[in-house]
């Protein structure tokens, strides 16, 4: 039996929500594997048929994670100073705020083209910083120029989340002052 307020929440439209605030939850303790349509559905106070309305399968619902990623870090880099080497950082900070959300955004978990919306999620993240190298570096090949700044942060973001980078190779520098750095000489180089 569902308390007042989780069958309020059903009938207002917030269902699909509170799965995905709990599939967040779960995702930042355990990452993807810690994620279970039974255990969203018990964490967010549900019915464990409950998912089902909104997501067929586990993998549809960790699609809709991923897509969620990517919108919000499309959000945060719209948000950022103007430049590709602002983009760059952003993107670095979200990896290692979020290396579970990271991880499924990127991971070859869910193939893209069985979820149109992650998909176009994806795309849309790419396109903003397609635009940045082109406005950073307008006579260069934008595929292989887009391509070569892709690689760099995100080669950097795994170096640090993997705790690649000792102290010999930081200098003792900070996450954000080497991405900083990293990306202001790829600029440069462009």
């Not at 929440?9 to 269902?15: I, K, V």
């Not at 995905?20 to 810690?34: F, P, V, Y």
């Not at 719209?78 to 760059?88: N, R, S």
């Not at 995100?154 to 900070?174: K, N, P, T, V």
Request: aromatic share 6%; proline share 4%; net charge negative.
């Amino acid at each position: 039996m569902s308390t007042p307020s989780q069958s309020q929440s059903y009938h207002h439209g917030e269902l699909k929500p509170a799965l995905l605030t709990a599939a967040a939850e779960l995702l930042g303790e355990g990452g993807a594997q810690a994620i279970s349509l039974r255990e969203v559905a018990r964490r967010a106070g549900v019915s464990h048929n409950a998912p089902y309305r909104h997501f067929p399968d586990r993998d549809s619902l960790l699609a809709a994670l991923a897509a969620e990623g990517f919108v919000e870090l499309a959000g945060r880099m719209a948000g950022t100073a103007e430049g590709l080497a602002a983009l760059g950082q952003c993107y670095v900070h979200f990896a290692l705020e979020q290396p579970g959300r990271f991880a499924l955004m990127f991971g070859a978990t869910l193939d893209k083209a069985r979820y149109p919306e992650l998909q176009q999620a994806a795309q849309a993240l790419h396109q903003r910083l397609a635009q940045a190298v082109h406005a950073a570096a307008p006579e260069r090949d934008p595929l292989v120029a887009t391509l070569a700044a892709w690689s760099l942060v995100h080669g950097l973001a795994h170096l640090l989340q993997d705790r690649q980078l000792g102290e010999r190779m930081g200098a003792g520098l900070s996450a954000e002052e080497l991405s900083a750095r990293v990306t202001a000489l790829f600029v440069e180089g462009l």
